[in-house]
């Protein structure tokens, strides 16, 4: 449960720095289609998202799914960001 919660919070983290990078407020990003509590939620880590959620918030944050899972902004190759995939996952 707790490497769960770990997760979840390096999401909403990565999330945060999206969001923020593209000068969004958490309203913003819920005008484009996504309940404003909800989004406050995951942001913070305290809701489990289905896949396609991440896929709608990947879409309204204009960036690939992947990107979610990333450290770093723009990952320059697949393995860098399989890398930084692996980093956000594990415990």
């Known amino acids: ?4 919660r770990d997760v979840l919070g390096r ?9 923020q990078a593209r000068g ?12 404003y509590k909800y989004y406050q939620r995951i942001e913070r880590g305290r809701i ?6 991440l896929a709608r918030l990947a879409a309204l944050l204009e960036v690939p799914l992947h990107e ?5 902004p723009n990952a320059e190759s697949k393995d860098d960001a399989r890398l930084s995939t692996q980093n956000i996952l594990s415990p």
Do not use: H, P, S, Y
């Open 68 to 72: 979610l899972f990333c450290d770093t």
């Open 11 to 19: 999401l909403g983290k990565r999330l945060r720095q999206l969001r």
């Open 48 to 53: 489990n998202v289905t896949v396609r959620t």
């Open 1 to 4: 449960m707790a490497a769960e």
């Open 24 to 35: 969004l407020t958490q309203w913003q990003v819920a005008e484009r289609g996504i309940n």
